[in-house]
């Protein structure tokens, strides 16, 4: 909790604090332990304070988005759109996996601002550069970005670790109506012996540009 009286306390919040307060919890606890009433005593002030700095619990969300955007590392125009969208998707991987609560906000809020804006004006840019038509453009953009996220809330949803596959894996491994999946049976083990790599979702990336750039040079 923060130190100093109320008043200086007060005096000392800022829109910028409020909202990297919202992150800090957020990352900590999850999106559902985020209130107002909560986020002011982690500030060490009351609830009504806050809307100093911020509208509402939407304003503070669309905050938070927007600060986390900023954290996506944009390459240099001019790059291979190719390098450029790998490094560019990597990133933004990065980020919302560092924010679980981050993909969806990401994928619900509607309201851009200029840290997210840039983003998508810089992935648009680069593939109209590229030489991509407007549609396979659009189609481009839309399934490099459903892959980022859609990787990324699937990872965080996914929470077993090894050990705790394996205790609920073996067992269905000897359950009887699995007898009549073998290969369900064969994918299971795969994951029991071989564990993930990490790099599931670079491979992916990788085979949606390398598709992209077939697709643009036939267009």
Request: glycine share 8%.
């Amino acid at each position: 909790m923060s130190k100093g009286t109320p008043a200086q306390r007060r005096a000392t919040l800022s829109r910028p604090r409020v909202i990297e307060a919202g992150i800090r919890l957020a990352d900590a606890e999850g999106a559902d332990a985020l209130s107002m009433r909560r986020l002011g005593r982690e500030l060490g002030v009351e609830a009504m304070a806050l809307y100093n700095h911020v509208d509402n619990k939407d304003d503070l969300l669309d905050g938070m988005l927007e600060r986390a955007a900023e954290e996506i590392e944009l390459p240099d125009d001019g790059a291979d759109w190719r390098r450029s969208a790998r490094r560019r998707a990597v990133s933004a991987h990065t980020v919302l996996m560092r924010h679980p609560w981050l993909p969806a906000l990401w994928t619900s809020r509607i309201n851009l601002g200029p840290a997210r804006m840039r983003y998508m004006d810089h992935a648009l840019r680069s593939l109209r550069e590229a030489g991509f038509p407007p549609d396979l453009l659009d189609r481009a953009y839309h399934a490099i970005e459903n892959h980022v996220v859609g990787h990324a809330m699937q990872a965080i949803g996914f929470t077993l670790d090894e050990e705790q596959m394996r205790e609920l894996g073996e067992p269905l491994l000897r359950s009887s109506p699995l007898a009549e999946y073998p290969d369900l049976i064969a994918h299971i083990r795969h994951h029991l012996e071989r564990p993930s790599q990490g790099d599931d979702f670079e491979f992916g990336l990788d085979l949606i540009l390398d598709g992209l750039e077939r697709l643009r040079d036939g267009a």
